[in-house]
């Protein structure tokens, strides 16, 4: 099957938070990201997303730069004939400047694969060589205090979400997490503390945390300035060999190198991966297929997105690398609105992937 790209177009837009989001390095009130629509030779619509942000707080690419790029990118893919979507992550790369701005990449290679999975008629997962026509939800829940987070946490719970992930500020949050896990002794949790964590803080919680039985402990320290990245990974590394709990990478690794870097050196238990940093689909695969070779744990992240990008991690929440469930849930926990029809919600903790490719159309861009 070959399909040729008739029209590429893109517009940014702004969704409003239904509370703001707090973090251990930053504040959201709002989500601006990059929305990519492309129309095949046949009329059919793919879509993809553009998740960076505003600002650097994340990561070293911000919106403003994908934005500029953005009309050179749709160029290289207009008017082109692709027999394969991988050769669009070929076509990207070539693009001057692109290499450095793999989430703008990513935003137009995802609508291609959007747009053959749904030519051939299938979910995206099921294009991809997956089984299963649900993915399972994950609950992130903002800095809150101990009796809030409980709250939110038994929310989420009765909803249908039985893996809720947590965030920390400090090694006193150790109580929220001894908390939670003695009244919901079940559920899958994880803890994600932005780099808050010092390596001598697991002098005092280390025995205390791996009784809790988390999943993991996301991006526990930071990176220092000027810190070379090789230097950080092994200090990540020696702190892992304190603790059983597993620790994950997650921010502190930007693009496909410095990911490929940290798994080369074992730097951590497991991996939080998201499709904006390795520039698409295709090389998330690939970074997918690898790890599972090599027994290694993998999760699918969130960059607090709408649907369009939700859609595209949750099909690849079905491929076997992954230890546990995704930052999947229904959009609708964050924005007031989204863009997405139907709307992105689960059902009983679950997504339905039976529909089409991504699943989802853009209610304002048909």
């Not at 959007?114 to 030519?119: C, E, V």
């Not at 029809?341 to 059902?347: D, G, Q």
Request: net charge negative; aromatic share 6%.
């Amino acid at each position: 099957m070959s399909v040729t790209i008739v029209d590429a177009s893109f517009r940014r837009v702004a969704l409003p938070l239904r509370e703001p989001i707090c973090t251990a390095r930053t504040t959201l009130t709002a989500r601006e990201v990059l929305i990519v629509r492309l129309v095949a030779d046949d009329g059919t619509l793919g879509f993809g997303e553009v998740s960076s942000f505003t600002t650097d707080w994340y990561l070293p690419e911000i919106l403003d730069d994908d934005e500029a790029l953005m009309p050179t990118l749709l160029e290289a893919v207009q008017n082109r004939e692709f027999n394969d979507p991988r050769e669009v992550d070929a076509a990207l790369r070539r693009v001057d400047g692109a290499q450095d701005l793999p989430a703008a990449r990513a935003g137009v290679e995802c609508a291609v694969w959007d747009i053959f999975a749904r030519r051939a008629g299938m979910p995206l997962a099921h294009y991809l060589g997956f089984t299963g026509d649900k993915a399972a939800g994950g609950a992130v829940l903002p800095l809150a205090d101990s009796d809030a987070t409980l709250a939110a946490v038994c929310a989420a719970v009765e909803a249908g979400y039985q893996r809720i992930k947590v965030k920390i500020a400090s090694a006193q949050d150790i109580d929220k997490l001894e908390a939670i896990r003695q009244n919901f002794p079940d559920i899958c949790l994880l803890a994600d503390a932005n780099g808050a964590l010092s390596e001598g803080d697991f002098d005092s919680i280390a025995h205390r945390l791996d009784a809790i039985n988390c999943a993991c402990i996301e991006e526990p320290i930071s990176r220092h300035p000027e810190e070379e990245l090789v230097d950080f990974h092994v200090r990540l590394k020696k702190v892992q060999e304190r603790v059983c709990t597993p620790l994950c990478l997650d921010e502190s690794w930007t693009n496909e190198q410095e990911l490929r870097a940290a798994l080369k050196i074992g730097a951590a238990g497991c991996y939080a991966v998201k499709i904006c940093k390795l520039g698409g689909i295709s090389t998330t695969l690939d970074i997918l297929d690898e790890a599972h070779q090599r027994g290694i744990a993998m999760w699918m992240g969130g960059m607090f997105d709408t649907g369009i990008s939700k859609a595209a991690h949750a099909a690849l929440s079905l491929h076997p690398a992954n230890a546990f469930a995704g930052d999947i849930s229904d959009t609708s926990r964050y924005f007031t609105r989204d863009l997405c029809e139907p709307a992105f919600a689960l059902h009983d903790g679950y997504l339905d992937l039976s529909r089409p490719g991504l699943g989802f159309y853009m209610a304002q861009a048909e």
